[in-house]
């Protein structure tokens, strides 16, 4: 074969392969569905979420109510002692006997928003910066205090104590309004067994030095959903995911096996939380157009409503939807938490659960999407008209977290622009993680085209 023949050959597979690449990395990925275990009793789930023991450790009662003081709002209408509690924490017994507060699920996955509570909704106004939600100092006040004073009750809450001491120095976000919740997974994997969920003092694994920051997705989104998380990479049994809090106290998987049993009624529980439905007047006309501008432009990937109401549970590549890549980067570059989940007892019986990383994240569903500001997977757009305008991201913003103001014509947070970061009320797109970049595909739409979409999307 003449020599300018083999080269062309090489030449042409080598653009041949190329073309393969660059098609599979700009191709969304689908997600396939993975048995559930249904049939679930949602009161059943909401009581267990509200009252039951899930998480078995805490602050002895009345030290709680010392430090905290009784909340008079009872949103959930709880009686006993509960009644007496934030909707984020419940009343549970030790083995002494001793009744302690443990935090409950509702800190992250419900919000008060314009005076009443929403469960399922995210908690955007959660802070856990300088050690807001777990503060070494008061813990060690605590431990002092109730080794000379009540013994029993140091018993009960010892437990409790040391974990919190252990993990609060990690868990501080540089800014108001996002979780920390992939750190504190990250650092209760570290210091469990995988196997029998046994406590070590010290961390078996390495702990990267990053906290990445997260917005709460709604819980309403789930039942449409085939994996959890931004990146879909929670595959298999939802309930071995949704009981993952059962790690900050659990003793070992015998524990966690009774808790398991609940995760049926919790789904359901899950499946039945309807979306906020928008309480002001629709223009109903740009309405119709917005849902053209929909069907055109966002349908593919987020799936259809109305009549068709389906939803494609695609993942997008990083290379089509740009936004902040550290959240799923992270699954690579720590590749050691993805393997001790898939080694650990949450893998095992006949409905396990896994980890499969994904370089991109799931277009979500948008059901209620007007009410879940701010958006993107970090929370670093504050409103909607800023996702399908990116000229209009604010590079450094704040908003009132003592007294917040929703804007329901144009849905959002109202905020302040700043100039340069200043403390952890300032959300910093200069920091990483928290860049607001991405889903530019808004930006080809002119300002009649988005204003008649956000009319649709209040509709969702």
Excluded at 147 to 174: H, Q, V
Excluded at 192 to 205: C, G, H, I, K, S
Excluded at 333 to 350: A, H, L, M, R, V
Aim: aromatic residues 12%.
């Amino acid at each position: 074969m003449k020599k300018w023949m083999v080269l062309f050959l090489i030449v042409a597979c080598s653009l041949a392969f190329t073309q393969v690449l660059n098609t599979f990395e700009y191709e969304p990925v689908y997600i396939p569905p993975s048995p559930q275990r249904l049939g679930g009793d949602p009161a059943k789930g909401f009581d267990y979420l509200t009252t039951g023991d899930y998480v078995k450790g805490g602050i002895p009662y009345n030290i709680f109510l010392m430090g905290m003081g009784r909340d008079k709002n009872n949103y959930l209408n709880r009686q006993g002692k509960n009644e007496k509690l934030s909707y984020e924490y419940t009343a549970v017994t030790a083995p002494n006997g001793e009744v302690l507060v443990a935090p409950n699920c509702l800190q992250c996955h419900a919000q008060v928003f314009d005076g009443q509570l929403y469960i399922g909704m995210g908690n955007s106004m959660i802070d856990f910066t300088q050690n807001e939600k777990l503060n070494v100092a008061n813990l060690k006040r605590v431990e002092s205090w109730l080794k000379l004073t009540a013994p029993r009750k140091y018993e009960a809450a010892k437990s409790f104590i040391d974990i919190g001491k252990t993990i609060a120095p990690y868990l501080s976000t540089e800014v108001r309004g996002v979780n920390a919740a992939d750190r504190l997974a990250a650092i209760l994997a570290a210091h469990r067994d995988p196997v029998t969920f046994q406590w070590n003092a010290q961390a078996q694994l390495d702990i990267p030095e990053t906290v990445i920051p997260t917005d709460v997705p709604a819980w309403w989104l789930l039942k449409k959903k085939n994996a959890m998380f931004y990146n879909g990479f929670g595959r298999g049994d939802f309930g071995r995911f949704l009981m993952a809090s059962n790690l900050l106290t659990v003793n070992d998987t015998a524990e966690s096996k009774e808790v398991d049993t609940h995760m049926p009624d919790m789904l359901a529980f899950i499946y039945s939380i309807q979306p906020p439905k928008y309480p002001g007047a629709i223009d109903s006309i740009a309405s119709k157009e917005g849902e053209i501008v929909y069907t055109q432009h966002c349908a593919k990937c987020h799936g259809n409503y109305g009549e068709k109401n389906d939803y494609p549970n695609l993942l997008i590549p990083e290379a089509v939807i740009q936004t902040d890549s550290l959240l799923y980067t992270s699954n690579y570059s720590n590749p050691q938490f993805i393997q001790w989940f898939n080694k650990s007892w949450f893998t095992t019986g006949d409905h396990p659960a896994r980890l499969e990383p994904y370089a991109g994240y799931v277009a979500p569903p948008l059901d209620g999407i007007w009410a879940t500001a701010p958006y993107l997977h970090n929370g670093s757009v504050p409103t909607l008209e800023a996702v399908l305008n990116s000229g209009l991201r604010p590079r450094y913003w704040s908003r009132d977290f003592n007294k917040p103001v929703y804007n329901y014509d144009n849905p959002g947070w109202q905020f302040t622009q700043h100039e340069k970061p200043k403390g952890r009320n300032v959300y910093n797109t200069d920091l990483p993680g928290y860049g607001n970049g991405g889903h530019y595909f808004g930006d080809k739409l002119n300002d009649q085209e988005r204003k008649a979409l956000i009319e649709y999307l209040k509709t969702l």
